[in-house]
């Protein structure tokens, strides 16, 4: 078993941290990059591909692995909000986080987006919500209200042909 993974026998896993990313944005650079510094600092992560096994049904597993965690990170990119995947999992982290009497907390990352992007002011995400709900897709509206509750957290602003880092 990799250092990052854990596993409780009552629960099943146990995680400090639960990273959420769009894949094809960042997993071969910015996520990959925090997933290890995290990792080799000692603190148990789950990253979708080091903590999902062959043969689990991936939405049970994924929302178990974010009911089980402590801390959220969602890695907001260009086309996080393109991924039914990804607002199930912010979705369901707002949930948890709203459950949990201040036990757990999101802390977000703008990775080469705003906070208003997360918002919906600006058309980035806006848009892509807007074909979600055409096609009468009933999860669209909980993604929404998520979005715009994440948006509102202070999180780190990361230009990436910058290489700098602020806060929002």
Known sequence: MEKG???RASSGPSYEVFLSF?????????????YHGMVDAGIIVFRDSESLHVGKQIGGELLQA????????PIFSENYASSDWCLR???CMVECTLKSNGKKEI????????????KLK?????QTLSKRQKTWCTEAESWEKALI??????????????GTCSWS
């Open 5 to 7: 993974t854990h596993s």
């Open 22 to 34: 769009r894949g094809a944005d960042t997993r071969h650079g910015f996520t990959d990059h925090l």
């Open 66 to 73: 974010i009911e089980n965690s402590k801390i959220y990170i």
């Open 89 to 91: 999992e912010l979705a």
């Open 107 to 118: 802390l977000p990352i703008f990775l080469d987006v705003e906070p208003a992007d997360v």
């Open 122 to 126: 600006t058309n980035l995400y806006r």
């Open 149 to 162: 509750e994440v948006g509102k957290i202070k999180g780190w602003n990361w230009q990436k042909d910058q």
